[in-house]
């Protein structure tokens, strides 16, 4: 072979390894932007805005890159999904698959499999031993320390117990007659903040009626006494309008601030068209009351009776967290999005969450509900999960006993069964953190007014204090 001819076939091998470079370069330097936009433009119509959110589903074909790459490239014409390999780079088929895999690593985080080894409980900055102050409940939801120390303890199946320092459970009769269906039952409870003069206690739960033949229900609340152990002064003060034949989003959390003021949560009762953008119903609401049930004068529809007066913010989904922080008067609130986008939201005066106009989850068929995730005039999350960890009960660590944590948001998983910590500063969440994992489902965290934390879990329904080592 002549020097000629080897110094041709030099530089063509040359030039063939530069393209492979540079072909392979080109593919691994795909930006991310690039590629969400690109899924923007061919995929979001059919699986939702959010790339993040679409993985929080089942998948037929697997869910490893070579299978999202063979799904998007050769598509599922029974399913409706069009074959892409003739539109969409495969550089690109690749990087979006890439981010895929990263997003479903992110849902795998929350799958917790190992069992707790004992009662004692590590964080980054603190250690906790479990104290159990009640067991044998079915599904303890609402909670509040009593100011001797005694416990007063719903549980969704409709009793009421009193449980002393010693640990023994009381019912305490003549409650509301409830609706423990789906989500249904007895619910929140909350104590006047001058409990101690006036003894006034505040309950919510799911009242029903008959209507042609029809079981309806809806959300209510009544304030009471307690006295031989039994409820004494029964006012209802709140009803919210109209019933439904659902047995789910009731919401029901309670909450005063430092004002004096209730506030109440009312999920949209699963009718997301019909109840959270229309202030003439009370359903898919944050609410705001006297004590006594009157409506405060400078609500901000209270002048409009085309509106409900009682209405403090709307769009809002099923609020399962509500509480209010005394030392900065911010009232935080967290609600189950649907598969995607659990909220946690500020919430402010007359303002509008967006529910179900935005949102940063699909539906449960893995469909989009929204296209959008934000627009003018309506709140965003100030962080949101996704995958949805099925958030219910809130608590803003406060006092002396957990040093490490104070300041920051206590939440319960229902889905994945762990205490979540939202860690805040200056009222933006910077990080978050997974304590208690696979405690149970979490129902309720609460503070005490002894400065502990409690939790409660179902299934079996218990109640724990969380004590510092």
Known sequence: MSNKLLLILSILSLFFLSFIIKENTQSSSVSTTKAKKIYAE?????????????VDRGWKYGKTKEA?????????????????????KPKHIDKIAELMVDYIKNVDQYKLTEKPASNIFKSEGMVVSLDTIATELSSPWGFVQLPGGNYLITDKTGFLYLVDQNRNKTVIKNTPNVLAEGQGGLLDIELHPDYAKNGWLYISYSKFKMEEKVKLSTTAIIRAKIKDNALTEIQEIFEALPYTRTRHHYGSKLMFDDKGYLFFSVGERGKENEFPQNTITDNGKIHRLLDDGAIPKDNPFVNDVNNKGSIYSY?????????????????????????????????RKGANYGWPVITYGINYNGKPISDISKKEGMEQPEFYWTPSIAPCGMAIVSGDKYPAWKGNIMT??????????????DNKVIKQEILLPNIGRVRNVKMGNDGFLYVSVESPGMIFRLIPQ
């Open 68 to 88: 999202i790459i063979a799904s998007i490239t050769k598509g599922s014409a029974d399913f409706g999904m069009p074959a892409y390999k003739d539109i969409i």
């Open 315 to 347: 769009g809002h989904r099923n609020p399962q967290g509500l509480v209010f922080d005394k030392k900065t008067g911010t009232i935080w609130e967290h609600e189950h999005g649907p598969r995607g986008g659990d909220e946690l939201n500020i919430i």
């Open 412 to 425: 319960g998983s229902l889905r994945f069964r762990f205490l979540n910590m939202t860690v805040l500063k």
């Open 42 to 54: 061919y995929c979001a119509s059919c699986h939702g805005e959010k790339m993040e959110a679409f």
